[in-house]
């Protein structure tokens, strides 16, 4: 199978495309923290081709070809200040660039994220109905009970306002509180069992509110890492190409 590679900007969203000329589904893919569309193209894309999916990565917004501060220079705290804002903002961005380019050929997508991407997942099937199959990896569906989870006591005090007003936006978003609000037709949701960044405890209660929906919930003997048994059975569990 010849695999196609297209870098371009659309809707001035940078993307990075693996596909070839008989791909028949769209996946979105959407890194983590710090990360880019170059990094998780590098590790899923060829797979998930030969799977039958044109793959499109993602840069979210301040990262990658659209880097700034406080990503830029990775300043931890800064950066966990704004996270939700640049959650938000990206799947926004993903519902554009499928809605003025994607559309016609591919009426619905799936869409796949790692850590901060899988916040992306979630809210991305909050503000669309066309996600089919939602795939978060290392993530949580309840904002609210992970975020700043790093922070010191000093963090905490220096920035007490700040993260006031960050909660209000989180807790309006948090998947967590309206379950319902997401819509999917089916979700893969694969963790760490000893993830102490974003705690698999989450996601778990979470599935128990999502009864009467076609959700697959896997623990992986990995902390916050994607580890090659979570990577075989995530394409044992795509539907065959």
Known sequence: MKIEI???KLADVPVLEHFANDSRRLIFFQHGIFGDKDRIAHLLSS????????????????HGARAEEPFLSKNKVASELELF????????????VHERFFVEKYSRFDILGVSMGAYVTYRTSAVTE????LIALLGSPDFSATAFNGFTEE???KHQDRIAKERKRIDRMNPARDPGSLNFTRAILLSGKEDVII?????????????GKDV??????????IVRPMHKELLELLEPS
Do not use: M, N, Q, W
């Not at 797979?47 to 301040?62: L, Q």
């Open 6 to 8: 297209r870098r371009r």
């Open 47 to 62: 797979s998930f081709v030969k799977k039958g999916y044109h793959v499109v990565s993602v840069d979210a917004r301040k």
């Open 85 to 96: 804002d640049v959650v938000e903002k990206t799947a926004l961005d993903i519902v554009k």
């Open 130 to 133: 066309r996600v089919e199959t």
């Open 155 to 157: 963090d905490h005090e």
């Open 199 to 211: 705690p698999s405890k989450h996601t778990a209660r979470f599935v128990e509110d999502l009864l």
């Open 216 to 225: 697959v919930f896997r623990t992986y003997d990995t902390g916050h890492r």
